[in-house]
């Protein structure tokens, strides 16, 4: 079957015939082309797209400045040690302890992983030549989502055992007995079901509509040139662009840190001693 390029028609059109606002030509807005990528290269049967290799690549760089920063720890730290300290304990101290507690510990690892990859995926957004939020891609975060119900599941029932796992997550005490027809289907369904799903779309659909606007202004700022009065235009959206991606370094840290938090609150349920 033929593959779905990578730009459309339209879109190809529209660049190449130098297409603008005052020429009577419509705006090549932003579709499924700016979110599907024609592979790579292939590694045996697998085709590695930008996405896929933005993901690794990262996973890479954020495993090489962990090396690099605790390899060989000083006393006296230098600059890339203190940086890579003060990262790992704000994810540590502030989310691990303040959500979690010294029961936590053994989770430490996990989080600071996840922090750090959605960071980076995140990050990939406001890079220089790659400019793409892989985190856009819906399967990387239902991937991450998945590792976390997993390991939530798991955590639940070793340590509580299938009956008491299963009040932990269906089964609030301390309530009147009627009321619990009612609560525990619902508890059942938000713990069990709604949490993943929140966990995932959250995070994609922040970085596929801040993905979004930061292309519309970056297409206007192209489409609007040609006259005075369009590059007018053109300086404006241009200038709009900029804000948008200072503000999207925000969010981009903002929905690394909401993910790991949420994580360590699904944790600390589970870890949580029955009553």
């Known amino acids: 079957m033929p593959k779905e390029p990578a730009v459309s028609g339209d879109q190809l059109l529209a660049f190449e015939t130098d297409c603008h606002l005052f020429k009577g030509c419509g705006f090549p807005a932003p579709s499924t082309w700016s979110f599907i990528f024609e592979p790579l290269f292939t590694v045996g049967s697998v085709e590695v797209n930008k996405p896929m290799l933005l993901a690794v690549i990262g996973s890479i760089a954020i495993l090489g400045f962990l090396w690099a920063g605790f390899a060989k720890p000083k006393v006296v730290p230098g600059k890339l040690q203190m940086v890579a300290e003060a990262l790992y304990d704000f994810v540590h101290r502030g989310i691990l302890r303040e959500v979690i507690g010294k029961k936590g510990e053994a989770f430490a690892p996990l989080l600071v992983s996840l922090f750090f990859f959605v960071w980076m995926l995140n990050l990939w957004a406001i890079i220089p030549v790659a400019q793409f939020p892989v985190s856009s891609v819906i399967a990387y975060p239902i991937a991450l989502a998945g590792i976390v119900w997993v390991t939530y599941m798991t955590v639940t029932f070793k340590n509580h055992g299938l009956v008491g796992g299963i009040r932990n997550l269906c089964v609030p005490s301390g309530l009147p007995k009627p009321i619990y027809v009612v609560l525990t289907p619902l508890e059942f369904i ?24 930061i292309l519309i202004f970056t297409t206007a700022t192209w489409y609007m040139l040609g006259t005075f009065l369009g590059t007018v235009y053109a300086g404006a959206s241009f200038l709009m662009t900029l804000v948008l991606t200072v503000f999207e370094m925000f969010i981009q840290a903002l929905q690394a840190y909401v993910f790991t938090v949420l994580t360590a609150t699904y944790l600390s349920q589970a870890l949580e001693e029955a009553h």
């Open 190 to 213: 938000s713990n069990v079901l709604v949490r993943p799903f929140t966990l995932a779309v959250r995070l994609f659909a922040n970085m596929f509509a801040g993905h979004i606007l």
